[in-house]
């Protein structure tokens, strides 16, 4: 068994109130449920003002694959027009 696991962030060009962020990050996590069945998780760490942390996991039978998978949710938020940056993708046999 493999699990792939993912911490990016989004710019938020200069940032939200809380609860404007918190529906932000809502938006951000359905439509990536509803497209690829993966849920995202918002952190509470901010390395800096405007910062969005988010980060997600999967678990399958081929590494590629779930390689595969992170960088189409990546691929995905970048086309809807964020700006995702730090992304840190590790993927290991568990």
Do not use: T
Request: glycine residues 8%; hydrophobic residues 40%.
């Amino acid at each position: 068994m493999w699990i792939g696991a993912c911490q990016f962030s989004i710019n938020l060009s200069g940032g939200l109130p809380s609860q404007e962020e918190g529906h932000f990050f809502h938006k951000i996590r359905e439509k990536i449920f509803s497209r690829f069945k993966i849920l995202l998780v918002k952190s509470d760490e901010k390395k800096q003002e405007g910062e969005l942390r988010i980060g997600l996991a999967v678990v399958g039978n081929d590494s590629p694959v779930l390689r595969q998978r992170i960088d189409k949710v990546l691929l995905e938020l970048e086309e809807e027009g964020f700006r995702v940056e730090n992304e840190k993708i590790e993927v290991f046999e568990f």
